[in-house]
Structures are given as C-alpha cells and as structure tokens.
C-alpha cells in the first residue's frame, strides 16, 4: 500500500511539473524591442562623430531624403518647430504607431534626424534608436529658443574636449604593455644571505699557584 500512495504521489507531482512547463511555453512572448547594436558598437559611432549635422549642413539637405524628428515635449513643439518636423519625445519613441512609422522609414532608407532644445536633449532620442538598428540617423546640432514669442532656430557650439581621451588611452595601453614586457625581462634581485656572528670563547685562566 505505501509504494502504491508513493508512486501516485511522484507520478501528481510529474503531471503537476509538465503542466507548468507547457503553461510557461505557452505564455512565453518574444521581446518586441531588441537592440541590434551593442555598447562597443555605439562608442565607436560616438568617438566618430559622423552623426552630428550642423544647421548648415540640415540647410543644404534634400527634405526628400530625410526624416526630421522633433523630440521637445507636446507643448514647446505646439509653440514652435522647425518646418516639415514630427513631434515624437523620447518616451513616446515605444509606441506602436510611433514603431510602424519608424520602420516604415528604415525600409524607405532615409535619413532620420531628430533635434530638442540643445544636443544634449536629442543626444538620448538618438542612442535609443541607434541602438534599436536605425543606424541612418544624426542629430542636428542646433540650439532653440523663443524670443519675443518667436521661435528661433540657432547653431550650436560643440566645445572641444581639453584632454584628447583617444591619445590618452592609446598611451596608457602602450604603456601597460612596455609594463608587463619589462616585468618579464627583469628578474627578482636575490635576498641576501644573513650573516650570523658567532661570539667568540673567552679563555680560562688557570686557577692554582706556582
């Protein structure tokens, strides 16, 4: 009778753990945002700075081959905007409408160029997408204001880095290397041997008379 309620109960326990293993496949749901390229991949685009567009540069481009995105909230893009700009704000980037339209420009293989109030406000808009594979995408290098209600559109000054981080690190690798080779080369100078004096025996002197 006990082997019989143990193998009832190992053969529930079975039946019980492959139901949950059907119900978790079942269940399961691919990711729908996968990002294509990964950290190394956006660093490189970033240390290469091809992706930044200056007011200039936007100017002389054919509207026909771009995608000009406008990432400001509803409110500043109501007040003022560039002409022939789409608002979509960062957070607004995973919507489905905002998804389908994206793809559809991807396929089309124009360029994106999405813009905020300064570089920095388009700066994360453009590493969402970039990594998310819309690698044909800039940012335009703009500041923009309201002056007197009147919205103005200005080139913004990227300031040149003090330290050349590139030249640093080529240096501080260079340097580790000629390290780890000169360890190699040069052996541990031997330790010295210690040296232990013995004190010398004083002589007795002999005890007695003549």
């Given at each position: 009778?006990?082997?019989?309620?143990k193998?009832?109960?190992?053969?529930?326990?079975?039946?019980?753990?492959?139901?949950?293993?059907?119900?978790?496949i079942?269940?399961?749901?691919?990711?729908v945002?996968?990002?294509?390229?990964?950290?190394?991949?956006?660093?490189?685009?970033?240390?290469?700075?091809?992706?930044?567009?200056?007011?200039?540069?936007?100017?002389?481009?054919?509207?026909?081959?771009?995608?000009?995105?406008?990432?400001?909230?509803n409110?500043?893009?109501?007040?003022?905007?560039?002409?022939?700009?789409?608002?979509?704000?960062?957070?607004?980037?995973?919507?489905?409408?905002?998804?389908?339209?994206?793809?559809?420009?991807?396929?089309?293989?124009?360029?994106?160029?999405?813009?905020?109030?300064?570089?920095?406000?388009?700066?994360?808009?453009?590493?969402?997408?970039?990594?998310?594979?819309?690698?044909?995408?800039k940012?335009?290098?703009?500041?923009?204001?309201?002056?007197?209600?009147?919205?103005?559109v200005?080139n913004?000054?990227?300031?040149?880095?003090?330290?050349?981080?590139?030249?640093?690190?080529?240096?501080a690798?260079?340097?580790?290397?000629?390290?780890?080779?000169?360890?190699?080369?040069i052996?541990?100078?031997?330790?010295?041997?210690?040296?232990?004096?013995?004190?010398?025996?004083?002589?007795?002197?002999?005890e007695?008379g003549?």
């Amino acid at each position: 009778m006990k082997e019989l309620e143990k193998t009832k109960r190992i053969s529930i326990s079975a039946v019980l753990f492959l139901l949950v293993v059907l119900i978790g496949i079942l269940t399961f749901r691919k990711p729908v945002y996968v990002f294509e390229n990964n950290t190394a991949t956006t660093l490189e685009k970033i240390i290469a700075k091809d992706y930044i567009l200056t007011l200039d540069e936007f100017n002389s481009e054919d509207p026909s081959q771009y995608f000009l995105i406008d990432v400001r909230s509803n409110f500043e893009f109501a007040k003022g905007h560039i002409k022939d700009a789409i608002n979509i704000s960062t957070h607004q980037a995973f919507d489905d409408s905002t998804t389908e339209m994206l793809r559809t420009i991807k396929n089309g293989n124009k360029t994106i160029i999405v813009y905020g109030k300064n570089p920095d406000e388009a700066d994360s808009a453009w590493m969402l997408l970039y990594q998310l594979g819309y690698e044909n995408i800039k940012i335009l290098c703009v500041q923009t204001n309201y002056i007197n209600n009147k919205f103005e559109v200005k080139n913004y000054p990227l300031e040149k880095p003090i330290v050349n981080y590139a030249q640093v690190m080529k240096l501080a690798k260079s340097t580790t290397a000629n390290t780890k080779e000169s360890k190699k080369v040069i052996s541990k100078p031997k330790a010295p041997k210690k040296v232990i004096i013995k004190p010398k025996k004083k002589k007795r002197v002999p005890e007695g008379g003549c």
